[in-house]
């Protein structure tokens, strides 16, 4: 919670992941700690808190102090964190927490690229390796950033964005988010009708495409699936429609409450048995005095599965819950 950092709903998320003394949590999302430290709080427990991010890891070091060996931290993706429980000795855990996009953090932090608020290199890496920002800008074809553009930022004018972008990277490569913002205005002006800044959307879509984060959202919600024990929780915040999308479907069809069935059994066959119950169908919000003290929060959703004692699905079959390739999207367009 130090620089600014709130986390979301953290009072209702601690509360539907019902800690319990003895038993063991994970904090896929690490961020600041603010959930990590709640639960710790909370009950006698022992929390291991995941993070991508290398600032995360220096972070930890103070859950790590207070706690001792009730707090464990591993620097890693959430969509590993039942290898990463499995290295620490956890085979089953009582919960599993995330609270899914960028934390203030990132954001605030100008050399990490997130914000075009701030002038800074077009990283958007939340860990420290792999393509960046701007080698997606300055390599991908104008047909990949425009889909880029529309499917994970839903930007209306995404086509019109990446021939921009094509044509000016020729002479001038894409290295800074001001220089990418810029272009933007001047293509759509500095406000819409919504008065979201018309960078938000491009922005928001480069992140999620560089961090493959949809991916990892999908990944992360099977690893919990193999990893919770029965009655254990698996508590997910998300903060736009595409992370909401995936946990939505993935709770139905992991319920069975998918709406007309599976499409992969005939009318009437029976499917695999839940491997999770709902603990409410519709998604939980944030209060009006949080959402007034915490904007952040306007957008935010939570959703909770119970872990049934059924057993998991195969690896690999919540797949069709997170980002199809760039090739799988266009053939469905």
């Known amino acids: 919670m130090s620089g600014g950092h709130v986390p979301v709903m953290l009072n209702e998320a601690v509360a539907a992941l019902l800690p319990r003394d003895g038993g063991v949590y994970i904090d896929g999302t690490f961020g600041a700690g603010g959930y990590s430290r ?35 931290f591993c620097a890693t993706n959430f969509s590993s964190l039942d290898g990463a429980a499995l290295s ?49 800008l300055n390599q991908l074809s ?28 020729d002479t001038t490569p894409f290295t800074r988010t001001t220089q990418l913002a810029s272009l933007i205005e001047r293509l759509a002006g500095k406000a819409g009708k919504d008065k979201i800044h018309p960078a938000t959307r491009v922005f928001q879509a ?46 139905a069809d992991r319920s069975g409450e998918q709406p ?28 009006a005095a949080e959402i007034v003290s915490n904007p952040r929060s306007r957008s935010a959703k939570l959703r909770v599965g119970i872990r049934t004692g059924a057993p998991a699905r195969a690896r690999g079959d919540g797949a069709r819950f997170g980002a199809p390739s760039l090739d799988v999207l266009r053939r469905a367009a």
């Open 38 to 72: 709640a639960v710790l709080e909370t009950a006698t427990c022992t929390v291991v808190g995941l993070d991508r991010d290398p600032a995360a890891a220096l972070r930890a070091r103070t859950l790590s102090e207070v706690y001792a060996e009730r707090f464990r």
């Open 88 to 136: 620490l000795g956890f085979s089953k855990v009582d919960g599993v927490v995330l609270d899914i996009g960028v934390s203030s953090f990132q954001f605030d932090e100008a050399e990490r690229g997130f914000s075009f608020m701030r002038d800074g290199p077009l990283d958007m890496r939340m860990a420290a390796d792999g393509p960046s920002a701007a080698d997606a």
């Open 206 to 251: 480069l992140r999620i495409y560089v961090n493959d984060e949809l991916g990892e959202l999908a990944m992360a919600l099977e690893a919990a699936e193999r990893l919770l024990a029965p009655d254990g929780r698996l508590v997910v915040v998300s903060f736009h429609s595409l992370e909401d999308r995936i946990v939505k479907q993935f709770f």
């Open 260 to 287: 007309g069935g599976s499409r992969h059994l005939p009318a009437g066959a029976s499917g695999p048995a839940p491997t999770f119950s709902l603990a409410q169908r519709k998604a939980q919000t944030a209060t």
């Open 142 to 169: 104008r047909d990949d950033l425009a889909d880029i553009f529309h499917y994970y930022g839903e930007e209306r004018a995404a086509r019109r964005i990446a021939a921009a972008i094509v044509m000016d990277r």
